[in-house]
């Protein structure tokens, strides 16, 4: 492409970033219009787990689809992307097998249920209207395990989030994408990393400058333990214990703490020992003929949280007689995967209508 041609960087190779330079390049190549595509990021995506950096959060999640009931604003928006998350991965799956989705059942059993999740699982039909996920069966109490009040299961999909994120990088690049492999100091420096940069996303996943964006460290172990479902189970004291698959010989995850505010980047024994515990008393089928579960290792991951959520987000400034827009997609904390491409719909549509407001004669400033 020529050197001066027009370009756009997307700062970030998580799921968000990499889903939405997907979209960008649909999108854009769907009106015939030439720009470049740039992903700048500090990592990449690595197919060995424990190479990458705790900050880097993709590389650690489970990670599984798993809804949760719409009762605030933030949770309704976030349901609205679930969904079209759900979706797309149902048409995914059977298009393309090798991006590392797996469909399997969802098993769930909540100690302290609130009336959201009674109501959201009322009907078969509810559940999927408001969920896009399908087949689901309310547990009756004889097959609950002590302390649970409220169990049901549904068809849902999990992630080998690695190998997804590799397939989803390689997409990009077959379609004519670039990579730059950059530490940046601000989303506004990227506009310097080439000739022409038109707009940048951020999709960094934490913003550091914002100050509603924190950390929720997560304590997870990878096993070698074969498992056939994803399980999630509520404690009474507000804790959470889960298991998920990953296809391709990836292990199996069990989890996991959801640490507020926690920068602590080092696996704790004791804590790896609290959640083989009860995992082996949620789901005991986890251990092997031989009666062991075996480590593969212990992930330590920050989830990019946000109060108020994700930030979907345009911001222009007029720098030497140019506009230059920036499109925050960051701070999806515990949920990047499941609302992965409802969040990329949103930002790649942003993006064309900054890129529409940037072609008006007339300044907007
Ligand atoms: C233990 C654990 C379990 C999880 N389980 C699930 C689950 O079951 N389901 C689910 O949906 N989600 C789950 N998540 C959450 C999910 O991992 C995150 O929401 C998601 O990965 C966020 O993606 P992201 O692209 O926003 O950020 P990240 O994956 O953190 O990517 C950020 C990118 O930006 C780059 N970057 C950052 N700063 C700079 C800079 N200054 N210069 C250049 N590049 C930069 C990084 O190098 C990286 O490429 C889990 C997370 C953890 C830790
Ligand atoms: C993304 O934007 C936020 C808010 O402006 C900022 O704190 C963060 O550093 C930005 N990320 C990058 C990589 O520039």
């Not at 595509?37 to 995506?45: G, S």
Request: hydrophobic fraction near 35%; include cysteine; charge should be neutral.
């Amino acid at each position: 492409m020529a050197k001066d041609s027009k370009k756009i960087v997307v700062i970030g190779a998580g799921v968000i970033g990499l889903s939405s330079a997907l979209l960008i390049q649909e999108s854009l190549s769907l009106k015939k219009e030439n720009y470049e595509i740039i992903i700048a990021a500090h990592e990449f995506p690595h197919p060995h787990t424990t190479k990458t950096s705790v900050n880097y959060a993709s590389m650690w999640a489970g990670a599984h689809l798993r809804p949760i009931p719409a009762s605030t604003p933030q949770l309704e928006r976030e349901a609205s992307w679930f969904r079209k998350t759900a979706a797309k991965f149902r048409s995914q799956f059977p298009q393309e097998p090798w991006l590392g989705i797996l469909p399997l059942r969802g098993v769930e059993y909540l100690a302290v249920p609130s009336e959201a999740y009674q109501n959201l699982v009322r009907s078969e039909d509810t559940f999927t209207k408001e969920t896009a996920l399908e087949n689901l069966r309310v547990l009756n109490e004889k097959e609950l395990p002590d302390g649970v009040a409220l169990g049901f299961e549904y068809d849902t999909f999990c992630v080998n989030a690695p190998v997804y994120c590799m397939a989803l990088l390689r997409k990009f690049l077959v379609r004519g994408g670039k990579t730059i492999n950059r530490n940046l100091k601000s989303e506004w420096e990227a506009f310097s990393l080439e000739s022409n940069v038109r707009l940048v996303v951020n999709a960094s996943g934490m913003g550091f400058g914002d100050s509603k964006s924190f950390p929720t460290r997560g304590q997870i172990c990878l096993v070698s333990n074969p498992f056939d479902k994803t399980i999630t189970r509520q404690h009474k004291d507000g804790t959470w214990s889960f298991v998920i698959p990953r296809c391709f010989d990836g292990g199996t995850v069990i989890g996991g703490t959801k640490d507020v505010n926690d920068w602590n980047s080092e696996p704790s024994l004791a804590t790896r020992e609290e959640l083989f515990r009860k995992a082996v008393e949620t789901f005991p089928e986890i251990k092997n003929s031989a009666g062991r579960i075996d480590i593969i290792t212990d992930v330590v991951g920050r989830r990019p949280t946000r109060v108020d959520g994700m930030r979907i987000e345009a911001e222009v400034r007029q720098e030497g007689g140019e506009t230059r827009s920036v499109v925050h997609a960051y701070g999806a904390g515990g949920r990047g995967y499941e609302l992965s491409w409802g969040i990329a719909g949103d930002v790649a549509e942003l993006v064309g209508r900054e890129l529409r407001e940037q072609s008006k004669p007339v300044s907007r400033l």
